[in-house]
């Protein structure tokens, strides 16, 4: 998940299947990157891998 960078919507980024997790080509294809997205108002901003939300790790109560 993203939030972007000029309204603080949260929003869906890039998902990772939990095979590709282990497989470091991918990973460092994606890390090595700043990818643009845009946000559903329409502000595009660049994301670097800092600003991806890993949220498999949160637990729901």
Not at 24 to 44: L, Y
Request: net charge negative; charged share 30%.
């Amino acid at each position: 998940m993203l939030k972007c960078k000029t309204c603080g919507e949260v929003f869906p980024g890039i998902y990772i299947v939990e095979e590709f997790t282990n497989d470091d080509e991918f990973k460092s294809s994606i890390t090595k990157n700043n990818i643009i997205h845009s946000c559903s108002r329409g502000h595009q901003n660049e994301y670097s891998i800092e600003d991806y939300m890993d949220w498999s790790k949160i637990e729901i109560i």
